[in-house]
Every structure is written in structure tokens, then in C-alpha cells.
């Protein structure tokens, strides 16, 4: 478990830094290139994505889940990853190529420039290979190169982006940014992989194919509900309601983000364990969801008690409207990083059709609740849907997925996590009130008056799990000392 908790820990970093580097530089960059260049970048970012979404299909989950089975047959390993590489350079190349083709519609043609520096994306996630990496749980090398282009790219925009012209600059360190450190893995993965020898089979390429498209279609069905609401409210209302749905948006996934972790670097141990030791597979799984649940109920309470000062910090007081939206919001938390998890203990199981199923129950829940209540309750009525969809996933999954999911799912601490987060919101909630501080100071306040209490009241109750584990962490640290 040490080294679970090592790499939970660089990956938070690696979703921590994600996060704080668009805070950095948005202010920034918005200042100087105006709405215009801003928008022009956006726009071919995200048709982009699209490209990039159909090039990698499903190859990052199926690969990572095969790469954690295989990382002690070094033969095997390298068969394998050879054949998913080639797989994967066939769909970059055939995106790539489709991505430039658009160059004859006049939206594409007027950002024609930028629009080209945005689509070498396409290549260099080709090549990073993150699902290698975090199949064999090489999580500190992911994080510090990320951390190093993130800084080089930091420094670039102040050097190079200076006035409005400089976009094609701010387009270029972007990609550098996101996916320019993918060019240092190429070295490094001769580390562990030899592709001599190795002969290229269809009928071997083909037997990938399957299980990558069916997660390909996971994928999509993902995305529907992950990204539907902000162009619906788009349609359905104006580009006010959209505006006041983004900031409580951002600050939930930011906030949901850190929980995630926990699923991404548990995936490859799961995988590892689901056909070898079924007793240690249900055990970590079951640990998994207890730690999301003490990890993630806080996290909710704590939006309700600090909602305002986030959002007035975040976005300023002409975005009162998103403290309410924020507040729907919130269950996503609790709801979209147990399904998330759940999710992972079933693909590593090779049960991503059920999986499949679960996220198609979302789309289709989040689209009819979606153009029902965002008619009626604007931006509102997006976040009630998002809530209402998430549980719908959730509830779906448990069930169908119910004979390879650990028994109890819930352990009886959850309920622990549930009074402890509603005390903490409580204390939090009179704290600063008493206070009375502006936006930072009662976020700050907030979070530290939380984090003890909440603390506090796990000791009170006699919770094992959260306690056992950190008591645990700092007796190794203090005894190394």
C-alpha cells in the first residue's frame, strides 16, 4: 500500500499543477490577446480534441489495464506494446490527415494558422504514451516531466506573449505544454520494452480491436453527459446562463479532480490483482471506495459551507448567481468519483460492456432532464441534471455490476464520513461567519478549520480507516527522523 499512497500523491500533484497553470496564465493571456484571440484558440483546441479522442479510441484504458498484467513478461510487454503503438500511429496518422482536410470550411480557413499548431496535438499524444507508464506505476516520472515543461511553458508566455499578434505563440506553448513532454518518453520507454524481433500479425492487431472500440464507445458515452450541459445552455438559454454555469463548473471538477487520483493510480493494481489474487482485488477495491467516500463527503460539505467566497474569489460578485448553481453541483463529487471507481474495479475485470451500459443510461438521463429543466431553471436545472445523471450511473452500475463488485460495497466508516462532514460544514459555516473576512481569508480559514475538525470528529467516532493511515503515515515519517 506504501507505494500506492506515493503515487496517489504524484498524481494529485500532476492534477493539482493541471489545475493551477490555466489559473496562472488566463489572467494573463486574456488581458493581452482579447476576446478574439482567446476565442479563435478555444475554438480549435476543441475541435481538436475530438481528433484526438478518435485517434487514441479506447487504447489508453484497455492499454494501461494489459500493461499492468503484463509489466513482469518482459517479452509479452513488449509484444504488446509494439502492437498498441502501431494501432495507435495508424488512427494519429488517418485523424491528422482528416483534422487538415478541414481546411476548406471558412470557420477552419479564417484560424487557418492556428488551427494547424493546434492539430499537431493530434501527434504528440501519439507519442506520450501515459498509459505505458502508468500501467508499470510510474507515476513519479509522469509527474516531474509534466512539472518541468508546465514551468518551461510558464516562463515561454511571459517571454513570448506580449501583445495580440503573439496568439500563434500562446497556440504553440499551449500544445508545448500539454503534450510537448510526450517527446521524453520515447527514451525512456526503451528503458523497459525491446522491439527487436518482434513480427507484426493482423490476427494479433485484431484481437485488440474489440475491446478498444467498446471502450471507444465508453468514451463517448462519457462525454455526452460530461459535456453536454454547457452547449445545451447554450441552445436553450444565452450565453449569460453559460457564463454563470462555468465558474461553478470549473470549481467542481477542480475539486473532483483530487479524488479522482485515487481511481487512476488504483487502476493498474487492480488490474494487476483481478486474475491473480481475487481476495487482495475485492479488499483494495473495497478500500478504494471507502477512502473516495472520506476523501469526497467532506469535499461536498465544504463547497456548502464555503460556496460563496469561492465563487466570489474565483469569479467576483457579478457571478452571485453560480454560488446556487455550485451547490447543485456539488453531489457530482461524492457521485462521479465512486462511479469513476467502480467503473475501474469492472474494466480491470474486463467488464467494460457493463461499464458501457451505466455511462449510456447517463447520456440518455442527462439529455432529457437536460432540455427539461434548463428550459425552466436555466443553468440550475443543468447542475440538478448532472447530479441526477451521476446518481443514475451510479445506481446502474451497482446493479448489473453487482455479482464482481466487493461485498458490503459500503462499510459501516461511510456513515461516519456523512456526520463528520456535516459537523465540519457546521463549524466551518460558524467560524466564518463570526469571523467576518473577506473571500480569501474565509477559503483559507475555512480549509484549515475544516480539515481539523473534520479530523476531530473521526477521532471522536472511532473511524479505523482515514485515522489507522495517516497515524500510520506519520509514525513512518517521524521514525525515519
Given amino acids: ?71 513482469n513478461d518482459k517479452q509479452k510487454l513488449s509484444t504488446f506494446t509494439f502492437e498498441i503503438i502501431t494501432i495507435h500511429a495508424v488512427l494519429s496518422i488517418l485523424s491528422y490527415l482528416i483534422a487538415l482536410s478541414l481546411y476548406f470550411i471558412d470557420r477552419i480557413n479564417d484560424i487557418w ?30 509527474t516531474v516531466r509534466v512539472l518541468i515543461f508546465r514551468v518551461l511553458s510558464l516562463v515561454g508566455l511571459f517571454v513570448f506573449v506580449r501583445e495580440s ?16 513532454n510526450n517527446v521524453c518518453n520515447i527514451f525512456m520507454l526503451r528503458k523497459y520494452v525491446s522491439f527487436r524481433n518482434i513480427c507484426l500479425r493482423y490476427r494479433n492487431l485484431k484481437k485488440h480491436i474489440k475491446p478498444i472500440v467498446t471502450l471507444f464507445l465508453l468514451s463517448v458515452s462519457t462525454m455526452i453527459y460530461f459535456n453536454m450541459d454547457n452547449l445545451m445552455i447554450g441552445f436553450i438559454k444565452d450565453d449569460i446562463s453559460v457564463g454563470y454555469y462555468n465558474p461553478a463548473l ?83 463529487i461524492v457521485l462521479g468519483t465512486c462511479s469513476n471507481l467502480l467503473a475501474k474495479v469492472l474494466i480491470s475485470q474486463e467488464r467494460e460492456k457493463m461499464v458501457l451500459i451505466a455511462t449510456s443510461v447517463g447520456a440518455i438521463v442527462n439529455l432529457l432532464l437536460n432540455a427539461a429543466f434548463i428550459y425552466y431553471f436555466s443553468q440550475y436545472g443543468a447542475a440538478i441534471a448532472s447530479s441526477l445523471s451521476e446518481l443514475a450511473v451510479l445506481i446502474t452500475m451497482i446493479i448489473i455490476g453487482r455479482y464482481y463488485l466487493p461485498r458490503p460495497l459500503i462499510i459501516f466508516d461511510a456513515m461516519k464520513y456523512f456526520v463528520a462532514s456535516i459537523l465540519m460544514c457546521a463549524a466551518v459555516v460558524w467560524i466564518v461567519n463570526i469571523c467576518d473576512i473577506g473571500a480569501l481569508a474565509s477559503c483559507v480559514v475555512g480549509f484549515f478549520v475544516g480539515v481539523v475538525v473534520y479530523g476531530l470528529f473521526l477521532l471522536i467516532l472511532k473511524e479505523k480507516f482515514i485515522v489507522n493511515n495517516v497515524i500510520r503515515f506519520v509514525s513512518t515519517k517521524y521514525s525515519k527522523h
Fill in 113 to 142: 494558422l492556428i488551427y494547424s499548431i493546434a492539430s499537431i496535438h493530434i501527434i504528440l499524444n501519439f507519442l506520450g504514451f501515459t498509459w505505458f507508464f502508468q500501467g508499470i506505476e510510474e507515476f513519479r516520472f509522469i
Fill in 165 to 180: 499578434s503573439d496568439v500563434y505563440w500562446y497556440m504553440a506553448i499551449l500544445i508545448f505544454s500539454e503534450a510537448g
Fill in 250 to 332: 470549473r470549481i467542481q471538477r477542480m475539486l473532483m479532480g483530487f479524488v479522482l487520483s485515487l481511481s487512476t493510480v488504483l487502476f493498474p493494481r487492480l488490474s494487476s490483482l483481478a486474475k491473480t489474487d481475487r481476495a487482495q482485488f475485492f479488499s483494495l477495491s473495497r478500500e478504494g471506495i471507502n477512502a473516495t467516500l472520506g476523501l469526497s463527503l467532506p469535499i461536498v460539505f465544504g463547497i456548502y459551507a464555503l460556496g460563496r467566497p469561492l465563487i466570489l474569489l474565483f469569479a467576483g460578485e457579478q457571478f452571485e448567481p453560480s454560488i446556487l448553481t455550485l451547490d447543485f453541483l456539488a453531489p457530482v
Fill in 1 to 71: 500500500m506504501a507505494s500506492i499512497k506515493r503515487n496517489f500523491i504524484y498524481d494529485l500533484i500532476n492534477n493539482v499543477s493541471g489545475l493551477i497553470f490555466p489559473l496562472i496564465t488566463f489572467p494573463y493571456t486574456s488581458r493581452i490577446l482579447n476576446p478574439e484571440g482567446i476565442g479563435a484558440v478555444a475554438f480549435a483546441q476543441s475541435i481538436i480534441a475530438y481528433f484526438v479522442m478518435f485517434a487514441a479510441l479506447g487504447i489508453p484504458t484497455y492499454a494501461l489495464r494489459e500493461v499492468a498484467k503484463l509489466k
